[in-house]
């Protein structure tokens, strides 16, 4: 693989491949990804805490990373996924770091020889040091050396179903993005004297106290304009305050405001300092107590581990008591915040679990300290200041016992899990059936997870995973199963053969599957799969087959783990049989969109003109050629075109064009109709506008036409030499040409001499050209669609017969955003660019214009990796089998600032029908046969309850106002029969059991909400 993040010779800039890191720059940004690509990163200990990080650094791209841990590999670190059976009695290290190594080419990884706690110089060369699993007094002396160097300092710590970290980054740290917030932006209509700013038309403008803003286009008061950062402070939702614009003009019209993001400078205290005033991030808010005891129960660990070699034994009450006594000495040392009395349970349990490792919890603690690392890296997001404790003592079960005999290890790979569960528990583990929808990201993380926990590897257990998708090269960046062989194999087929070699108790145990979840594969996923199933969990990246799984696991009454990741931020809900409400209960605020005349004539911000780019890009290489297959192959489609309103005409016409008048037998044509595209797109129809609405325009009220949100065009001249009308001209004639299967071209000599050959005809304005001056204004062209028939005949009759073109078809134009060399993004920029220079827009670069034109979902490793072990830590409870809602947390998470909120699962939604009381959600009225419609009404009847109607999906089988003639007919008709007369279609021959919908009344004859009706059709 070529090196494509390297240095150049003036050795100042990075070239960053973007093919690999693109989810991830649209989170970072290139500026930050150019920092790391400097930098060196040190992480001290691999076992399952430190191979998280080390894996989530790795795949962040920094430029070197080396890891430090000569010792042996025994058989209970096999819990960390990149050692194996046969690295026993190796080095950890040494194990570790070839298969590490390959998650990033661009990424080398050593092994650091020196012992970093002797040889405190060798550490010099390292920008970060992470330490994991050290003992305090060594965690100090790395600090020290550390803080006097310059180099920043990490350490973590995992403990059974507790962990900790801590972060100190110098007495002077530069944020220079506090939150990774897009800057906000808008158009204001007003500065008064005392520097208040309005926005326009009561637009929300976002910001807040303390932010910066800069302005521009602000007419009366040039001197605004200089690009000068001016602070906030906010007065009202729709006003900020500026403070004294004393000389700088009075305010006439316009202007923009742009949020400007400032750097924030932090002071870090010593580890030594803090152990006495430590600072607390707080992670639980229902816990704000506990940091301070488990400040102190952590320091207690390791004064108990430097005394006698080891920490304390699990569920062991003699090593527990000594633990207390630690503590009770070290919170006399606490200078600040000492708690007036320890939780002596608290610290018992922590003591019971010390020897304890989780998966889950490394993996939460790995994504959050990889991501410190970042921070520290690349000045981007606020890091943790300075102490993070969290524990998760929820998920410890409750229908098994634990004893000191019973979390004695046995010499396997899950000796750290039974520490904390005990053996009873990790064989419910092992004998879980689980299903798994998505084999993504988030899938690797789950799967790498239940793995190391040894899910499903006992006689009963079973997983399923299924994904549809193939690996792309950009999903190499964040789902780490995969690797740069596996570019274009199935994703579900490689993850689970990746999780099998981590865990060889796998083979046989997890099954792949290749197919999507949906109502088109219920034979596959029928109802016996569904009724074997212990629970699911999603990984999936789209609302509908979300919504799907959800119904599913409702009406199967399987628990359901959801989670999902945009960024920094995550979140996971639990979905709780009988108790909770399902993820379909709530749904995320619509997908924001911009007015259509806004887009189409009045474009103020570079997100109009991306919009604009991708309608070009289908209206010309998608919409046309698919409607010449549709004339070409259905021989009713002129005339079913012609019964149509609205566009009959543009169809037609556009049929036409394509398959006639400007039908290309040549490459070289293609370049004209690119050539004449743009003279129409960029100069003709902005002309035509002007000539609508020209620049001294007002409006009835008389004010300027062109103020406000309106800003006034400018035509483009066509200028070869230019690279945005270049690259517009070479994407577009490559596209035309493609749909016509005619070979493209770049060579710039073959465009002159076309062009040189071609004559452009002037403008002309058209007169009675109706354009839509606001989005509250009724559309002049509503009725412009409505043809007279007889010219849409006319049209109809000069295409060619299809019969005349047997077998010819265009190939509409498949949009796919990650192929750099298909010229589809590469259109969109540049028109989206030259719209925006025809406005007066800032353009915006591939990269902004990709994410947006292509809706990509920024993503990262380390968000996916804390997310997957948080809905890893609800599996155990799930497992346990714990039934209140109290029991369980649905997390919502953003690295960047950093916050974690955590609350119980909102109950499901009750009712009542007469004096029942019912789960909205969970429960349902069922019969246990194939019953008629009138035996269905009848048992309603005795329940007080008047079927008003009844539905079956979208087909309505029964309404009170139905004549009484089509009644007579249904009710005799088993419901099977019912369904099959309704919706002509055959109820498919494994279905044993029916869904219907119904609205009824209760006895006082009011309309009541009730629960769904299931029919058992076959036994």
């Not at 301070?292 to 108990?304: D, E, M, T, V």
């Not at 609205?646 to 040549?666: F, M, S």
């Not at 595209?677 to 000539?691: M, P, R, S, T, V």
């Not at 049209?795 to 047997?806: D, K, M």
Request: net charge negative; glycine share 6%; hydrophobic share 40%.
């Amino acid at each position: 693989m070529a090196d494509k993040m390297k240095v150049d010779k003036a050795g100042d800039d990075q070239h960053i491949d973007e093919s690999l890191y693109s989810r991830q720059l649209y989170v970072l940004g290139h500026e930050a990804m150019r920092r790391m690509a400097n930098s060196n990163v040190l992480v001290v200990g691999v076992k399952g805490l430190g191979v998280e990080i080390a894996k989530n650094i790795a795949l962040a791209g920094v430029k070197a990373m080396a890891i430090y841990d000569p010792a042996p590999v025994e058989i209970s670190d096999l819990a960390q996924f990149f050692l194996r059976k046969e690295d026993i009695g190796k080095p950890r290290a040494e194990a570790t770091q070839p298969r590490l190594a390959e998650l990033n080419t661009y990424v080398p990884v050593s092994v650091h020889t020196a012992n970093p706690f002797e040889n405190l110089e060798s550490l010099a060369k390292y920008q970060v040091v992470v330490l994991t699993e050290t003992l305090l007094e060594a965690q100090l002396k790395v600090n020290e050396y550390c803080r006097s160097k310059g180099i920043y300092f990490i350490s973590a710590d995992v403990r059974g179903l507790f962990g900790n970290i801590f972060c100190d980054f110098g007495d002077e740290f530069s944020v220079i993005d506090a939150t990774g917030e897009n800057p906000v932006s808008g158009i204001i209509s007003g500065i008064d004297d005392e520097g208040l700013v309005t926005a326009l038309d009561e637009t929300r403008h976002g910001l807040e106290d303390g932010d910066y803003v800069t302005f521009s286009e602000v007419e009366g008061m040039d001197k605004i304009n200089d690009g000068t950062p001016r602070k906030v402070e906010v007065k009202g939702p729709y006003t900020f305050s500026i403070g004294s614009v004393e000389g700088l003009g009075k305010y006439s019209r316009g202007g923009l405001f742009q949020q400007v993001k400032m750097p924030k400078i932090l002071k870090f205290n010593s580890l030594a300092e803090q152990l006495k005033k430590p600072e607390f991030l707080i992670a639980d808010f229902a816990k704000w107590d506990r940091p301070i005891q488990l400040h102190i129960g952590f320091q207690a660990l390791s004064k108990f581990a430097a005394s006698t070699g080891a920490l304390p034994r699990p569920m062991n009450a003699e090593d527990a008591k000594a633990i207390l006594s630690l503590a009770a000495d070290i919170a006399k040392t606490i200078e600040e915040g000492a708690p007036e009395e320890l939780d002596e349970k608290l610290l018992t349990e922590l003591s019971y679990q010390a020897q304890g490792y989780l998966s889950p919890m490394a993996a939460f603690f790995g994504g959050l300290a990889a991501q410190e690392v970042l921070k520290a890296l690349s000045g981007k997001f606020s890091p943790v200041v300075q102490f993070m404790y969290f524990d998760s003592l929820e998920s410890l079960p409750s229908s098994t016992s634990r004893s000191e005999e019973s979390c004695k290890p046995l010499g396997t790979r899950y000796d750290g899990q039974i520490a904390v569960f005990g053996r009873d528990f990790q064989d419910k583990i092992a004998n879980t059936k689980e299903f798994l929808v998505g084999a993504g990201a988030i899938g690797c993380e789950m799967l790498k997870n239940w793995a190391m926990m040894g899910l499903s590897t006992g006689p009963k257990g079973q997983i399923h995973v299924t994904d549809m998708d193939s690996i792309e090269r950009s999903n190499l960046n964040r789902q780490f199963l995969f690797r740069a062989p596996d570019v274009g194999k199935l994703k579900s087929e490689c993850a689970a053969a990746a999780v099998a070699a981590m865990n060889p108790e796998l083979d046989g145990k997890i099954t792949a599957l290749r197919d999507r979840v949906g109502e088109d594969t219920e034979d596959i996923f029928h109802e016996d799969f569904w009724e074997a199933l212990d629970g699911v969990t999603n990984a999936l990246d789209n609302v509908e087959a979300r919504v799907y799984v959800d119904r599913r696991c409702v009406f199967f009454r399987k628990p359901l783990l959801e989670s999902g990741t945009l960024g920094t931020k995550g979140n996971t809900q639990v979905v709780l049989p009988n108790l909770s409400e399902s993820y379909s209960s709530s749904q995320d605020p619509p997908e924001k969109s911009f007015p259509m005349c806004t887009v189409k004539s009045f474009p103020n911000r570079i997100e109009h003109t991306i919009a604009w780019g991708r309608e070009i890009f289908d209206s010309s290489f998608v919409n046309p050629a698919q409607s010449v297959n549709l004339y070409l192959s259905q021989p009713s489609f002129i005339e079913s075109t012609l019964k149509q309103s609205g566009n009959q005409k543009e169809i037609l016409e556009t049929i036409r064009d394509y398959l006639v008048d400007a039908k290309p037998l040549t490459f070289e044509q293609c370049i004209e109709w690119a050539r004449l595209k743009f003279e129409k797109l960029f100069n003709n129809d902005i002309q035509q506008l002007l000539h609508v609405f020209p620049k001294d325009s007002v409006t009835s009220s008389g004010t300027a036409f062109w103020s406000g949100p309106k800003r006034a065009p400018d035509p483009l001249i066509f200028d070869l030499e230019n690279p945005e009308h270049q690259d517009f001209l070479v994407a577009a004639a490559n596209l035309h040409a493609f749909v016509y299967g005619l070979k493209g071209s770049t060579d710039l000599s073959l465009y002159r001499k076309v062009l040189d050959a071609m004559m452009i005809p002037d403008f002309k304005p058209q007169s009675g050209v109706k354009i839509q001056a606001n989005d509250s204004d009724p559309d002049p062209n509503a009725s412009a669609g409505f043809a007279d028939q007889n010219e849409l005949k006319d049209i109809a009759e000069s295409l060619p017969a299809p019969a005349t073109l047997a077998g010819y078809r265009l190939t509409p134009v498949e949009f796919e955003k990650d192929d750099d060399t298909n010229h589809h993004i590469a259109f969109i920029t540049a028109a989206s660019n030259l719209r925006a220079l025809n406005y007066g827009i800032p353009p915006a670069d591939r990269h902004k214009t990709k994410l947006i034109a292509g809706k990509i979902i920024p993503a990262i490793a380390t968000t996916t990796a804390l997310v997957t072990g948080l809905v890893c830590l609800e599996l155990y409870k799930l497992i346990d089998g714990k039934n209140k809602l109290d029991d369980y947390r649905n997390g919502f998470i953003n690295l960047a600032l950093p916050f974690f909120g955590f609350s119980e699962p909102i109950a499901s939604p009750k009712g009542k029908y007469n004096d029942t009381e019912v789960d909205k959600l969970w429960d349902r009225f069922e019969f246990e046969r194939n019953v008629t419609l009138r035996e269905l009404i009848d048992s309603f009847e005795e329940k007080g309850l008047e079927i008003t109607m009844l539905s079956h999906g979208n087909a309505l089988l029964y309404a009170s106002f139905f004549p009484p003639a089509k009644l007579k007919d249904r009710y005799p008709l088993k419901m099977t029969e019912l369904i099959e007369l309704v919706s002509k279609k055959a109820v498919p021959a494994g279905r044993r059991n029916m869904i219907f919908e119904i609205c009824a009344d209760d006895k006082s004859g009011e309309d009541v909400e009730v629960p769904f009706v299931c029919v058992k059709t076959r036994d």
